[in-house]
């Protein structure tokens, strides 16, 4: 989850003239990166071996 000093920074970090959808999309940037920080931390997380061999299987 994103904390209210997070999407402020956000906000601060945009040029004085942005879209809405711009906005919305760093919104979810962050919301995403921190939900993989998150998972990070609690181990859910595979090697890099494993990712490719799922991604040879997804790909094949």
């Known amino acids: 989850m994103i904390n209210k000093d997070q999407v402020i920074q956000t906000i601060k970090d945009l040029p004085d003239n942005?879209?809405?959808e711009?906005?919305?999309q760093k919104i979810?940037?962050?919301e995403k990166i921190e939900t993989g920080l998150q998972q990070s931390d609690a181990g859910k997380v595979v090697s890099s071996d494993e990712?490719?061999?799922r991604l040879a299987?997804?790909?094949a």
């Open 18 to 20: 942005f879209s809405t």
């Open 22 to 24: 711009e906005l919305i």
């Open 28 to 30: 979810i940037l962050l």
């Open 51 to 53: 990712a490719k061999k």
């Open 57 to 59: 299987k997804w790909l």
